[in-house]
């Protein structure tokens, strides 16, 4: 299947697992994954052709490849498709044929919905009378059309058709069955059951709609076996009304691609394009399908607005859904949800990060203040693509992009194709061909084994661009604060400098000297020999902290070494790492210069203690 192009080439998905795309309306569905697949895939399709657009611009080429069907209850040319065919009557699987036709009868509504409880009983009274008019019936009459008389019946003729013919013993177990669970209901409660039946099969009224399901043209059985495509046609104002008719459609068609055993074909399988999927609410069919229907040699292409859609109808079961598909295309996200789940999905990449501290303490010797700065790098993860960068995606113009993950495979940032930029998809539609054109149109199926290639041209462009303006904001931000510490640490030499010249050098000179009386009364400026021994103590654990920020400082240094070594010479990264290397280089030699300070300091503390104590 089609999905767009990456690195100059187009991009597919030859896997056997299904699809999801989820986009928003309006933002390009249809015309970039839709209809190019429907213009090219040699395989069986079956569309929910919403607004009648797909056939239109995709039902000449699909002649080429097999039949065509339209169910289109609302055209007079319509094919007509009666859903009561799908049960098997007179076999052991009337019963679950039949159940299952009312299933998609009924829309169900929300999980805490109080009306729930009538739709399983009308249900069940459904089921019993579709059995009914499959069995009991002559063939002219074995349709929906029929159900929908004898339950619109008035309430006393009803329920002596129940009790007479329904509930006769010579008829299926089943219908039987479904005809004493009514009748030993109490009043009230029957009349809801009958009410709730009568409200979820009112559509079924319609005039259109008689005539396109009274009998069938053609069996879904031919999609699987032959080449052929259906498209299911409703107009966007009767959707709404219509659901329960696409619910069967649909559903049965799915449930009867497996009543065949599986087996291996050359042919490529069977597409189900579900558009606008959650509108057609629950349906256990899709959910079953998504567990086993490839091996049956079809596969679902759902497509949604965002995935709380899929959620609010199918709760729990929308990981198993997701899960379920080899190709998830992502684009025009506008809700977090969905932006949230993409960027998880792409993973995260591991970045270099550099933390700084600093520590002031008093030195009272000197009565001043040091301070001991450090900074740490560590590897940290970090979304591939945070949630509002997903959001800020283009879907128009010339750049338009979408996310697409495919299985055991990296994300691609790809490139949405519109079908009428492609000259031979143009001129398949019988549209009027514009000056936009692929040169590898129309573009031949990769191999299943290809993995999807990072784009380049326009795209790496686009990509090395915004690394490098990473890279100077980066070095921009780092700059200040790599000069500002280089100059606090000169200036704190300085002013340790100063303290040296006064303290140790002077009254090293003077003890030396024998000038025990100055170099004493230098002392004693300082107060007490205890004070100038504790302030020797604080220098002392201050050059243990130096000492420990130049070895981590070291150990930095070769983080950033290492990531440098192993970038490419025009990576745009390398320029961050060469500029965080250079600021360690000189946290590295103030934090050097510091120890070999404290040093000097301790020595002379060393010596006017060891003077004053001689004096003494």
């Known amino acids: 299947m089609f999905l767009g192009a990456a690195n100059g080439s187009a991009m597919y998905y030859d896997g056997d697992q299904h699809l999801i795309t989820v986009a928003p309306t309006r933002t390009g569905k249809g015309t970039c994954h839709i209809i190019p697949n429907l213009l090219t895939y040699q395989g069986s399709m079956v569309v929910n052709d919403i607004k009648g657009e797909n056939f239109k611009e995709s039902s000449q080429q699909r002649l080429k490849f097999g039949q065509v069907f339209r169910f289109a209850p609302f055209a007079e040319d319509t094919d007509g498709f009666n859903p009561l065919d799908f049960v098997r009557r007179g076999t052991p699987a009337a019963f679950d044929d039949a159940m299952l036709v009312a299933d998609m009868l009924i829309v169900p509504g929300s999980n805490d919905d109080e009306g729930n409880h009538w739709k399983e009983a009308a249900k069940n009274l459904l089921a019993g009378l579709i059995g009914y008019v499959t069995e009991r019936e002559p063939i002219a009459t074995r349709n929906l059309q029929r159900v929908r008389e004898l339950l619109t019946l008035d309430q006393k003729s009803f329920l002596a058709f129940v009790q007479e013919a329904m509930a006769d013993p010579a008829g299926p177990p089943y219908v039987v069955r479904a005809a004493n669970m009514l009748l030993q209901k109490a009043d009230r409660e029957r009349s809801g059951v009958i009410s709730t039946a009568q409200a979820q099969t009112s559509i079924w009224d319609s005039e259109p709609l008689a005539r396109a399901t009274r009998i069938s043209t053609f069996k879904v059985e031919e999609l699987r076996d032959q080449v052929a495509t259906l498209y299911i046609i409703v107009p966007p104002e009767h959707l709404s009304t219509y659901k329960s008719v696409l619910r069967v459609v649909l559903g049965l068609a799915l449930s009867s691609m497996t009543r065949k055993p599986p087996e291996r074909s050359e042919r490529p399988p069977l597409t189900f394009l579900f558009d606008e999927f959650p509108s057609l609410g629950y349906m256990q069919p899709v959910v079953d399908a998504m567990a086993y229907l490839a091996g049956y040699g079809c596969r679902l292409w759902l497509f949604a607005q965002d995935l709380g859609q899929i959620r609010e109808i199918y709760g729990d079961n929308t990981t198993s859904l997701l899960a379920n598909c080899g190709a998830r295309a992502f684009f025009g996200v506008a809700d977090y949800e969905t932006a949230e789940y993409v960027s998880k999905m792409a993973g995260q990449k591991t970045v270099l990060t550099s933390t700084r501290s600093l520590k002031t303490s008093r030195v009272l010797f000197w009565d001043d203040i040091w301070g001991v700065e450090s900074q740490n790098l560590q590897y940290i993860g970090v979304p591939l693509i945070a949630p509002d960068e997903v959001m800020r995606i283009p879907v128009r113009g010339d750049q338009q ?176 790492f060469e500029e965080t290397r250079s600021g360690l280089e000189r946290s590295l030699a103030s934090n050097r210069r510091m120890v070999e300070v404290g040093r000097i300091l301790l020595d002379g503390g060393e010596a006017i203690v060891e003077s004053i104590e001689d004096g003494a």
């Open 401 to 576: 992009r979408q996310i697409v993950f495919l299985q055991g495979q990296a994300p691609v940032l790809a490139l949405k194709i519109p079908y009428h930029v492609v000259d031979a998809w143009a001129a398949a539609a019988v549209r009027a061909p514009v000056s936009v054109q692929l040169d590898q149109a129309p573009m031949p199926p990769s191999t299943a084994s290809e993995p999807p290639r990072q784009p380049e041209g326009a795209a790496a462009a686009d990509a090395v661009a915004k690394a490098k303006a990473y890279g100077a904001a980066a070095a921009k931000k780092a700059k200040p604060w790599a000069s500002a510490a280089a100059s606090a640490a000169k200036t704190g030499a300085a002013h340790l400098g100063e303290k040296i010249s006064l303290v140790t050098q002077q009254g090293a000179a003077y003890i030396k000297e024998g000038n025990k009386r100055k170099g004493q009364g230098m002392a004693k400026n300082y107060e007490t020999i205890d004070e100038i021994k504790a302030s020797s103590e604080q220098t002392r654990e201050n050059m243990v902290d130096f000492a420990r920020f130049v070895r981590e400082t070291e150990g930095n240094i070769r983080l950033c070494e290492a990531e440098i070594a192993a970038l490419a010479p025009n990576d745009p990264r390398r320029a961050v």
